[in-house]
């Protein structure tokens, strides 16, 4: 094993500088875009266009824990770890889900944390914990700021104030093992700045949900991430062989074998558990060589069901891709796959996009299998230039997201999984149920995101006329969604997490007794309930 001490500012090729998010927006200010023309037209037709002032920097709440109390954090991080300033608790507060931006845009930051810290490694991190336990001020783990299901909303009745315990400082690769294959990262590394040090030790991660530009790794550990390439390189909780965790209570360190039998495994209780566990200071990850051919291509079905059949029949015969994604009609019409084109012509049917990622023959082979099999299905091979157009445009739908908000049009995404038995009455029943709830003229897309042997992930995307409620008009169709997904038997989230938005139906999936054990745990782990109260536990 090598040790590093790695930071990415002395790392080359980052994709592009690393700057903060919008508070009101999605991703860098400097990416902000007005609608594209050929989206606006589309635009105009379906809901027509209410152009919105321009945004403006909302005050802040004052910040209600007593100045005295921070003192005891300046003294374990340093003064200039302890920020109380309005731009540094504005760029901390919340996520970046549809109502998160709504109540940003229209003034209210009323989660906003009363102080920022900013801890420089695990030892800080559990002196911060100690410190909350002692004045019982609630401690919110920040990575990204990427969350879209009130991930970073935690409630502060109760306590004596509410700090963002901002990862960003803790951004080294600790480790590399190019024998076993593995490396341990620290949490505050985004998704680029991660992949830029891998990169230097011939390494990839190969983790890129849609996220990636501003996710961090102890984000993608504590949500249980699945990325778009996760059909080749796997989910993250996949990935994840070793997790250093600090709790109120003490040091978790798991992982000292790549599986075991040593009764359940702990790591996967931590994965997926949003902070209110524990804080993830280090994780160590299976890592694979940087691959020397990337290619992506796309295929054409007749129609969703078609498409879905070949996905199935690659998964359970073992061929699957890197990528495999599939477009239903709508979603193909409208060219949501290829965002910088959304609006015109499409080719009708159903679009699939395929990548192979690797050595030049293993990606040659592959390809020439999986192509023999969707020929043999009735698939349309495209080309490689709706798969190149797709992976240019694979971050982008959020900006897109942003320039619909900026002419009254409210869209949102919400996503779940299935058995492949199930699928047909899960993607009817939700489609219907988002199209009920927000009436006529709605727009709802959905892809196949995800495949495994057994089952799949569908991940939606509605669009509509902003009411002059807009919460109260999505939180309406989130219900009628949310309770389409549970009577038809599948789960409420495959990877955006639970937060505080699925809390209900989390409860309904896992039923009392799971309840009871999440509960025990936290309990156990966190017993005066400082870390991201109100989040995950039913």
Same mark, same amino acid.
């Not at 996710?215 to 080749?232: K, L, N, P, V």
């Not at 931590?270 to 020397?292: C, D, H, N």
């Not at 969703?304 to 015969?317: D, I, W």
């Not at 495999?324 to 679009?351: Q, V």
């Given at each position: ?21 919008? %508070? ?76 998160? +931006? ?16 900013? %801890? ?20 919110? $783990? ?52 991660? @992949? ?16 990636? @530009? ?54 996967? +209780? ?26 992506? @291509? ?42 910088? @084109? ?39 091979? +495209? ?86 409620? $807009? +919460? ?38 896992? *039923?009392?007794? *799971? ?24």
């Amino acid at each position: 094993m090598t040790d590093s001490t790695t930071s990415p500012a002395a790392a080359p090729g980052l994709p592009f500088e690393q700057t903060e998010m919008h %508070p009101q927006r999605w991703g860098s200010p400097d990416r902000a875009a007005a609608l594209p023309e050929s989206a606006r037209g589309l635009v105009e037709m379906a809901f027509g266009v209410d152009e919105r002032p321009a945004l403006e920097s909302p005050a802040l709440p004052a910040p209600a824990i007593e100045p005295s109390l921070l003192d005891g954090l300046r003294d374990v991080v340093g003064a200039e770890h302890v920020l109380t300033d309005d731009e540094t608790r504005r760029l901390r507060t919340r996520g970046k889900s549809t109502p998160d +931006l709504i109540r940003a845009r229209t003034g209210d930051l009323s989660d906003a944390p009363d102080a920022v810290v900013r %801890p420089g490694g695990h030892a800080d991190v559990v002196a911060v914990l100690a410190w909350a336990v002692q004045h019982h001020v609630a401690v919110v $783990p920040f990575g990204g700021g990427t969350s879209v299901t009130g991930g970073l909303a935690a409630r502060r009745d109760g306590y004596a104030g509410l700090v963002s315990l901002d990862l960003v400082r803790m951004k080294s690769l600790l480790a590399v093992d190019p024998v076993s294959m593995t490396a341990t990262l620290e949490p505050g590394l985004r998704g680029p700045e991660a @992949e830029a040090l891998l990169a230097e030790h011939g390494l990839t991660l190969g983790h890129y949900p849609q996220s990636f @530009e501003y996710a961090s790794i102890g984000g993608f550990a504590a949500t249980r991430s699945s990325g778009q390439s996760s059909a080749g390189y796997g989910r993250f909780d996949a990935l994840v062989v070793g997790l250093t965790v600090a709790t109120p209570t003490g040091d978790l360190t798991l992982g000292s074998a790549p599986a075991n039998a040593a009764g359940p495994d702990l790591r996967q +209780l931590l994965l997926g558990s949003e902070g209110a566990f524990g804080v993830i200071t280090a994780v160590t990850v299976r890592v694979r060589k940087l691959p020397e051919v990337k290619l992506y @291509e796309g295929w054409r079905w007749a129609s969703f069901a078609e498409g879905a059949a070949a996905m199935r029949t690659l998964a359970q015969t073992g061929m699957l891709p890197t990528v495999i994604r599939l477009s239903d009609e709508s979603e193909t019409a409208i060219n949501l796959a290829r965002p910088e @084109e959304i609006g015109g012509e499409a080719a009708g049917g159903c679009l699939m996009i395929t990548g192979y990622e690797g050595e030049q023959a293993a990606v040659d082979a592959k390809r020439a299998a999986v192509t023999a099999v969707l020929d043999g299905l009735g698939g349309t091979a +495209l080309g490689e230039g709706p798969g190149e157009a797709w992976a240019h445009g694979r971050f982008n739908a959020p900006y897109l997201r942003d320039s619909m908000l900026d002419v009254g049009v409210l869209v949102e995404t919400l996503e779940t999984a299935t058995f492949w038995s199930n699928m047909d009455t899960l993607y009817t029943s939700v489609k219907s149920a988002l199209e009920t709830s927000l009436g006529a003229g709605t727009i709802v897309l959905c892809h196949i995101s995800h495949v495994y042997e057994t089952g799949c992930s569908l991940y939606f995307t509605v669009a509509t006329k902003e009411a002059e409620e $807009p +919460l109260a008009q999505w939180q309406a169709a989130k219900v009628a969604a949310s309770d389409a997904m549970i009577a038809a038997g599948a789960t409420i989230t495959h990877h955006h997490a639970v937060g505080t938005d699925h809390k209900p139906w989390l409860a309904q999936e896992i *039923g009392p007794v *799971g309840v009871q054990v999440l509960r025990a745990v936290k309990a156990e782990l966190d017993p005066t309930g400082i870390l991201n109260p109100g989040v995950l536990i039913p």
